[in-house]
Structure formats: C-alpha cells, structure tokens
C-alpha cells in the first residue's frame, strides 16, 4: 500500500516568514494530494489540492508543488500571519481507483507574532 | 456548503460498553470514512463505505464495525470498548464524479471530530 512521509512534525516561523512542509510518497500510482489545516478542537479542513497532472498549483499565500519522478510534494505558505497556526496534514490518493486516502503524520505549525 | 456532522464532541465510557459514534452528510456524497487520529501517528482509516450497505475495510479495522443505512448516515460501533480505543474519532465523505468506482473522487471533507476516552 500507499507510505506517505511528512517533515517536520514541528515548525516555527516568524510572522511574515514563509514556511514549507514536505512529503514524500511510496506508490507511483497515487494522482491525487490535498492538504489539510487543522486548528484546535476542529476536524481537518482541506486548504489547497493537486492532481499528478499539474506541478504547481497557487491560491493566494499558499501554494503546492509536485515532482512526480521523485514522488513528493511540498506545501509553501508564504507571509506567515498567527492564524496559519495549526497542524497541517498531506494525504495521496488514486482518485480514479479507490477512496481511500493516506495521510501524513501531520506538521504542527506555530507562528510567533 | 458541505456539512459533516458527529453526533457527540466528547464522549467518556467504560470498558466493555457497547458505544455508537453516528456521523450525518448533507450533500448526498456516496463515499463516507471513519479515522482515528492520534498524536504522531496521523489519520488512519478504520472503515469507509461506497454506497449504502456497503462497507470496506480500512487500515485498522480490528474492534470495529460500521453500518450504513441510509446514505447521509454512516455509524462506527466498538462492540467492547477498550482503554486503547481513547482516540479522536473523526468522520469525513466524498463525492463520485462519473460512474461507479472508476469515476474521480473528490476530496473529503471530515466533521468536528468525537473524543473518546474510555475508562
């Protein structure tokens, strides 16, 4: 099955710093990345996602890119504010075969004002 | 928009008791999930469910079961609760675009998430 690595399970940043969270994955098959925040007390809500047939994809301070030979993908977060403060998820998926998702550890964002 | 609903936020129980986390969709997504997340090990899948009745496992389905009745409906029973079953139970659906399983899934969207701790 699907392996999916994220680094770091911890961040700081200054406010205004960007900040960059990685992933790697195992099976090559795998077309589909979201990303998830989730802040306390609250379930995971998805913030940006990329299908395997794009490399980059850009809403507003948060970006996504994708490197389907090396199998990983990176969440971009740039002019960090306190409210980025959160845990952030990556999941991979075959979209187009199945439903399940396989989720990172996680990565605990703290942006220091 | 999208609405998940868990039936309960936090949830204390003994072990051995039978108890029941209810999810609810509103957006008639034909895919539901159930994960627990626990600190340094992420999200991982219980069950999920493609259709009404249906029902697959997951990654960890051991001391689980689900029921899906109606398709805005997805239950997660442990049948004899245990103290390693205190976790965060979270729920999540999907939508199918085009036909049957081979159609592009949508992404998930997850409820506010139950805490569970049993004593």
């Known amino acids: 099955g699907e392996n999916v690595e994220q680094h770091p399970s911890t961040l700081s940043v200054q406010e205004g710093d960007s900040a960059v969270i990685k992933c790697t994955y195992s099976d090559s098959a795998s077309n589909y990345f979201p990303w998830y925040k989730q802040e306390l007390g609250k379930g995971p809500q998805l913030i940006i996602d990329i299908r395997s047939n794009v490399g980059e994809k850009k809403d507003q301070r948060i970006a996504v890119t994708l490197n389907k030979t090396a199998k990983h993908f990176s969440l971009h977060i740039t002019e960090t504010q306190p409210e980025d403060s959160a845990v952030y998820f990556c999941a991979a998926s075959r979209s187009y075969t199945g439903n399940q998702f396989y989720f990172g550890t996680g990565t605990s964002l703290t942006v220091i004002p | 928009d999208v609405k998940v609903t868990q039936s309960s936020r936090y949830l204390v129980k003994r072990t051995g008791e039978k108890v029941f986390l209810e999810c609810v969709q509103d957006?008639?997504?034909?895919?539901m999930f159930w994960y627990r997340q626990d600190p340094g090990l992420g999200l991982r899948l219980i069950y999920f469910?493609?259709?009404?009745?249906?029902?697959e496992k997951g990654d960890i389905p051991e001391g689980y079961s689900v029921s899906r009745e109606k398709k805005e409906r997805f239950s997660l029973i442990l049948e004899s609760a245990s103290t390693n079953q205190t976790s965060m139970y979270l729920c999540a659906s999907s939508f199918i675009h085009g036909l049957g399983l081979a159609g592009r899934t949508d992404t998930q969207y997850f409820g506010p998430g139950t805490r569970l701790t049993v004593l």
């Open positions: 957006m008639d997504h034909e895919n």
């Open positions: 469910s493609y259709d009404v009745k249906m029902k």
